[in-house]
């Protein structure tokens, strides 16, 4: 189906949610918290300006209706493990540990470097940890959420020692460079994190949620097995991300809150609790209106939408990086995650640091 097919009826999900208090992520598992970040952005910056000289676009609508100035884009040849390698590497050291010491690496990517096998397969060979066994999640732009909500519950159960979880993307491969509606929007990167177990705080709680009704109003409609790729398939650009941008704004604004009101309410705590909000950087507008919902003030927000535009399952690791590294968390801080996307589906994940 194309983005204009009918309404889906996702609107009553999220209220049919049971909202009941669940037993935190700890419980009588392992506390499991993230124990060394990494990052890795291509170098190449491409600014509005440059858009404008591509489609029919101006730096004014760009800033106007989604915060981004410019963002980050790979060279031509450069897949998602050339990023997310040296994000991998970075979150191991970190960690104060080895390549050949990760028990498991799962990657939230959308864009693997393969249809076959997952970029995880890739990435553990990139970095070498031949120890670990590798999966990818396809979680769209929740990818990094959905990644450690999973790999949080292996290591947690005492399955595995650790774990490296990587959100990584590369949209500009399968943007069409002449929609003006998409291609503003995205842009390249890769993040990481090492998970272990802690002796306090950690992951405090995880809420996954999806409504595959919506999957109609952000997807690639080709390239899988329902059209396979041919002659066809890409003569009528359908390898090429799609989306009902107004469907999906509606969708995240309401998502974005509720999310966070659920996973908070899971983990004992109030949105007054929050000391930093990392939510998914798609568009400012969309980040507002969501703290508007909590009655959160921006300043308890990390925004870097200006700079890099999404990154799909890149965004809210890459942003967990950049507000740990400037000093934005402190021990002790409680962390909100939230994420949403092509699905449709949203995630969220409370982190005592
Ligand atoms: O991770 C999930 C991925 N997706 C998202 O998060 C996207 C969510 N949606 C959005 O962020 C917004 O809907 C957009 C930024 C995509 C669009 O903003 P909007 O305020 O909802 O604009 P609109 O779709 O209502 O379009 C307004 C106008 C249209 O022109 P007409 O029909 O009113 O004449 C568009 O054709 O803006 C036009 N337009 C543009 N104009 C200049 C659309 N894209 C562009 C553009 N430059 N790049």
Redesign the pocket.
């Known amino acids: 189906m194309t983005p204009t097919a009918k309404r889906s009826s996702h609107r009553t999900i999220i209220k049919a949610t049971p909202t009941v208090r669940r037993p935190s992520c700890t419980g009588s598992l392992r506390q499991v918290g993230i124990v060394g970040l990494g990052a890795c952005l291509p170098q190449r910056v491409v600014t509005n300006a440059e858009?404008e000289r591509m489609?029919?676009?101006?730096d004014a609508?760009?800033r106007s209706?989604?915060g981004i100035r410019e963002r980050r884009l790979i060279e031509p040849g450069q897949a998602t493990s050339d990023l997310a390698a040296p994000a991998a590497l970075e979150a191991i050291k970190a960690a104060g540990l080895r390549p050949d010491e990760i028990e498991l690496i799962v990657t939230g990517t959308t864009t693997p470097d393969t249809l076959c096998p997952s970029a995880s397969c890739v990435i553990q060979d990139k970095v070498g940890a031949k120890r670990a066994g590798c999966f990818d999640v396809n979680a769209?732009?929740a990818g990094f959420v959905y990644a450690l909500s999973a790999a949080q519950g292996l290591v947690a159960s005492g399955q595995y020692q650790n774990a490296l979880v990587i959100g990584a993307d590369v949209l500009s491969t399968i943007i069409d460079w002449t929609d003006?509606?998409?291609?503003?929007?995205?842009g390249d990167g890769a993040g990481a994190a090492v998970i272990a177990p802690v002796g306090r705080g950690g992951i405090l709680a995880s809420y996954l949620g999806t409504d595959g009704s919506g999957a109609c109003h952000?997807q690639v409609p080709a390239g899988g097995s329902r059209i396979p790729a041919s002659k066809h398939s890409v003569e009528q650009k359908q390898h090429f991300l799609k989306?009902n941008?107004?469907e999906?704004?509606k969708f995240?604004v309401r998502v974005m809150g509720e999310a966070a009101i659920v996973v908070l309410d899971r983990a004992g705590l109030k949105p007054e609790d929050v000391d930093l909000f990392i939510p998914?950087q798609?568009?400012i507008?969309?980040i507002q209106a969501a703290m508007e919902r909590l009655h959160l003030p921006i300043e308890k927000v990390y925004l870097n939408v200006e700079k890099y535009g999404?990154m799909?399952a890149a965004?809210t690791i890459v942003a967990l990086y950049e507000a740990a590294k400037a000093g934005r968390i402190k021990r002790g801080d409680i962390v909100v995650l939230v994420a949403?996307?092509?699905g449709l589906v949203w995630g969220a994940t409370v982190i005592e640091w």
């Open positions: 858009l489609v029919k676009t101006s609508w760009i209706r989604t769209a732009c003006r509606s998409t291609c503003v929007l995205f952000l989306m941008g107004s999906v704004f995240a998914h798609a568009n507008r969309i999404n799909s965004s949403f996307g092509a």
